[in-house]
C-alpha cells in the first residue's frame, strides 16, 4: 500500500511554481474536438486526472501528442463519441465531452461519471440546458446516450444554480448551434472565462454581460485550430498559501493570477496573514499569531469549496473558534475526524464545521478520500511534530502536480513509501 511518511513541525519556506489548472484543461481540451486541424495547447499540468483524460481520448480515436506540459490534439480523423464505463476514466474532467460530442456529431453516450466523492453531483441542469437546445436524451443501462438528430437550435436557458460543468456543456454544445443561445445565472468561475477565451480565439461567437452571469453563444459555423496556454491553477495557489500559516513559514506562489484569488486573499489577511500581491506572484507570511474567522463556500467570486479543506485545517490553529459553511457540495467535511485524531477541536453541524482552535497538532496516521481533503491532511501532518503517515496518496495525486517535490524544495519533510 502506498503512503506519504511526513517528518512534521518544520518551517517551511520558498518559492513555488504554479501549475496549469486542472478544471480549465478539460473543457479546454474538449474543446480541441470541435476543431479540424491540430490544436497545441500549452501549460497542462502534469496530474493524474489529465493523463486519464488524454487516454480517454485516444481510446476513442482522437490524435493526441503528449509533450512536455503541452499536447497536441487533432480531432479531424473520425474518432467515437463515447465514454465508456471503465474505472480508469472514472473522473469528473470528462463531463465536458458531453458538449464537445453533441456540438460535433449531434449524439454522445457518456458513462463513468466520477470524480471526487464529495456529494451526490447530479447533471440534471447539462440535460435541461441541452434537452433545451433540441437534444434528446435517454438512460440505457447506467449510460447516458444523447441525440439531436436535427442539429441544435439556441433557446434562453436559465439555470437553477450556476453549474461549472453545466455553463461548459451548453458552451460548448452551442458553439455550432442555429442562431442564439442565452445562458442566465451561468457559472462565472475563472476556468469557464478560460474556456470561452479559446473558443473566442478560434473564431467561436461569444458574449459574456458585465458580472458574466449571462453568457450568449451565436453559433457560427467553424472554428480554426489555434495554439493556446491554460490559466494557472488557482485551488493550488491557495493550497501553498494556506501551507505558510501551517507551518508557520513564508510561501511565495509564481506564475499565478492574484486576481482569481481574491477571497481566498482576504481570509487569509482576516486570519492574520501577511499577503503581498505583485503581477503574477503572491507573498503568504506567518505573523506570529492567527485570528479566527468565519468561511462560506460559495460559486465564484465567492470562496471556493476547492480550498474549503484546506482552510477549514488551517483554522484549527486559530485562536479562538471560527465557522467554515460548506454550501456548494454536502460531503465535503470527510477529514474532519482525521483532524480530530490530530488533536483539533471540530463539531459539525448540517453544513457548517465549528472549530475551535489548538496550539498545535498531533501527528498520526490519517486517510486521504478525496483530493482537496486528502491534500489538507497532507497539509496538517507537515504542521504536527514528528513522524505522520497519509494513506492513499492517489487521490492527492488527481489533482497536484510535484506535490512531493515542491513540498520538499520548501523545506517539508515528506517521502512517498510502499508497504
Ligand atoms: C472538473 C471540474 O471542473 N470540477 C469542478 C466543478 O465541478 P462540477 O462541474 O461537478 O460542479 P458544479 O458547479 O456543476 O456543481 C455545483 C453544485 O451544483 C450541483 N449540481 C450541478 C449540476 C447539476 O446539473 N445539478 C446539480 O444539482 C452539484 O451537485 C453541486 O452541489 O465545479 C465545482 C464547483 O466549483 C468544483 O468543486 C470542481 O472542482
Ligand atoms: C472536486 C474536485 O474535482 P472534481 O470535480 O474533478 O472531482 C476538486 O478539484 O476539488
Given at each position: 500500500?502506498?503512503y506519504l511518511?511526513v517528518?512534521g513541525?518544520?518551517?517551511?519556506?520558498?518559492?513555488?511554481?504554479?501549475?496549469?489548472?486542472?478544471?480549465?484543461?478539460?473543457?479546454?481540451?474538449?474543446?480541441?474536438?470541435?476543431?479540424?486541424?491540430?490544436?497545441?495547447?500549452?501549460?497542462?499540468?502534469?496530474?493524474?486526472?489529465?493523463?486519464?483524460?488524454?487516454?480517454?481520448?485516444?481510446?476513442?480515436?482522437?490524435?493526441?501528442?503528449?509533450?512536455?506540459?503541452?499536447?497536441?490534439?487533432?480531432?479531424?480523423?473520425?474518432?467515437?463519441?463515447?465514454?465508456?464505463?471503465?474505472?480508469?476514466?472514472?473522473?469528473?474532467?470528462?463531463?465536458?465531452?458531453?458538449?464537445?460530442?453533441?456540438?460535433?456529431?449531434?449524439?454522445?453516450?457518456?458513462?463513468?461519471?466520477?470524480?471526487?466523492?464529495?456529494?451526490?453531483?447530479?447533471?440534471?441542469?447539462?440535460?435541461?440546458?441541452?434537452?433545451?437546445?433540441?437534444?434528446?436524451?435517454?438512460?440505457?443501462?447506467?449510460?447516458?446516450?444523447?441525440?439531436?438528430?436535427?442539429?441544435?437550435?439556441?433557446?434562453?436557458?436559465?439555470?437553477?444554480?450556476?453549474?461549472?460543468?453545466?455553463?461548459?456543456?451548453?458552451?460548448?454544445?452551442?458553439?455550432?448551434?442555429?442562431?442564439?443561445?442565452?445562458?442566465?445565472?451561468?457559472?462565472?468561475?475563472?476556468?469557464?472565462?478560460?474556456?470561452?477565451?479559446?473558443?473566442?480565439?478560434?473564431?467561436?461567437?461569444?458574449?459574456?454581460?458585465?458580472?458574466?452571469?449571462?453568457?450568449?453563444?451565436?453559433?457560427?459555423?467553424?472554428?480554426?485550430?489555434?495554439?493556446?496556454?491554460?490559466?494557472?491553477?488557482?485551488?493550488?495557489?491557495?493550497?501553498?498559501?494556506?501551507?505558510?500559516?501551517l507551518?508557520?513559514?513564508?510561501?511565495?506562489?509564481?506564475?499565478?493570477?492574484?486576481?482569481?484569488?481574491?477571497?481566498?486573499?482576504?481570509?487569509?489577511?482576516?486570519?492574520?496573514?501577511?499577503?503581498?500581491?505583485?503581477?503574477?506572484?503572491?507573498?503568504?507570511?506567518?505573523?506570529?499569531?492567527?485570528?479566527?474567522?468565519?468561511?462560506?463556500?460559495?460559486?465564484?467570486?465567492?470562496?471556493?469549496?476547492?480550498?474549503q479543506s484546506q482552510?477549514l485545517t488551517l483554522l484549527t490553529?486559530?485562536?479562538?473558534?471560527?465557522?467554515?459553511?460548506?454550501?456548494?457540495?454536502?460531503n465535503r467535511f470527510r477529514i474532519v475526524d482525521d483532524l480530530i485524531k490530530m488533536g483539533a477541536n471540530i463539531k459539525v453541524?448540517?453544513?457548517?464545521a465549528?472549530i475551535?482552535?489548538v496550539?498545535?497538532l498531533k501527528p498520526s496516521v490519517v486517510v486521504a478520500k478525496d483530493l482537496r481533503g486528502g491534500m489538507s491532511l497532507l497539509l496538517a501532518t507537515l504542521s504536527a511534530?514528528?513522524?505522520s503517515k497519509v494513506l492513499d496518496p492517489?487521490h492527492i495525486?488527481?489533482?497536484?502536480?510535484?506535490?512531493?517535490?515542491?513540498?520538499?524544495?520548501?523545506?517539508?519533510?515528506?517521502?512517498?513509501?510502499?508497504?
Amino acid at each position: 500500500m502506498e503512503y506519504l511518511e511526513v517528518n512534521g513541525g518544520k518551517v517551511l519556506k520558498g518559492e513555488v511554481e504554479i501549475s496549469g489548472s486542472k478544471n480549465a484543461a478539460f473543457p479546454v481540451l474538449s474543446a480541441c474536438l470541435l476543431i479540424e486541424g491540430k490544436c497545441h495547447i500549452n501549460n497542462i499540468p502534469n496530474i493524474l486526472d489529465v493523463k486519464k483524460f488524454l487516454f480517454q481520448l485516444k481510446k476513442i480515436g482522437v490524435n493526441v501528442l503528449e509533450g512536455d506540459h503541452e499536447v497536441e490534439i487533432d480531432a479531424t480523423s473520425s474518432y467515437k463519441p463515447e465514454i465508456p464505463p471503465e474505472e480508469t476514466e472514472n473522473i469528473r474532467g470528462t463531463q465536458t465531452l458531453l458538449g464537445a460530442f453533441i456540438a460535433k456529431h449531434r449524439k454522445a453516450s457518456i458513462a463513468g461519471l466520477g470524480g471526487c466523492n464529495i456529494g451526490k453531483r447530479p447533471i440534471d441542469q447539462h440535460i435541461k440546458g441541452l434537452e433545451s437546445l433540441g437534444v434528446e436524451f435517454n438512460w440505457d443501462k447506467g449510460i447516458l446516450k444523447a441525440n439531436s438528430p436535427k442539429g441544435l437550435k439556441g433557446n434562453k436557458i436559465f439555470l437553477d444554480m450556476p453549474s461549472v460543468g453545466a455553463t461548459e456543456n451548453i458552451i460548448l454544445a452551442s458553439v455550432f448551434a442555429e442562431g442564439d443561445t442565452i445562458i442566465e445565472n451561468a457559472a462565472r468561475e475563472p476556468e469557464i472565462r478560460d474556456l470561452i477565451n479559446f473558443l473566442k480565439l478560434a473564431g467561436a461567437n461569444i458574449e459574456v454581460n458585465g458580472t458574466g452571469s449571462t453568457i450568449i453563444v451565436h453559433g457560427v459555423k467553424k472554428l480554426r485550430p489555434i495554439e493556446y496556454s491554460i490559466i494557472p491553477d488557482r485551488i493550488e495557489s491557495a493550497t501553498y498559501l494556506i501551507l505558510s500559516g501551517l507551518t508557520k513559514g513564508k510561501i511565495k506562489v509564481k506564475k499565478t493570477i492574484p486576481e482569481h484569488l481574491e477571497a481566498v486573499i482576504m481570509k487569509l489577511k482576516e486570519i492574520g496573514l501577511d499577503i503581498s500581491v505583485k503581477e503574477n506572484e503572491i507573498v503568504a507570511k506567518y505573523t506570529g499569531k492567527m485570528s479566527p474567522t468565519t468561511v462560506k463556500t460559495l460559486p465564484y467570486p465567492g470562496f471556493p469549496t476547492d480550498a474549503q479543506s484546506q482552510i477549514l485545517t488551517l483554522l484549527t490553529l486559530a485562536d479562538g473558534a471560527s465557522v467554515v459553511t460548506e454550501t456548494v457540495f454536502e460531503n465535503r467535511f470527510r477529514i474532519v475526524d482525521d483532524l480530530i485524531k490530530m488533536g483539533a477541536n471540530i463539531k459539525v453541524e448540517g453544513i457548517s464545521a465549528f472549530i475551535t482552535g489548538v496550539k498545535e497538532l498531533k501527528p498520526s496516521v490519517v486517510v486521504a478520500k478525496d483530493l482537496r481533503g486528502g491534500m489538507s491532511l497532507l497539509l496538517a501532518t507537515l504542521s504536527a511534530k514528528g513522524i505522520s503517515k497519509v494513506l492513499d496518496p492517489i487521490h492527492i495525486d488527481r489533482g497536484y502536480e510535484n506535490y512531493i517535490e515542491k513540498i520538499q524544495r520548501l523545506g517539508g519533510d515528506v517521502e512517498r513509501k510502499n508497504s
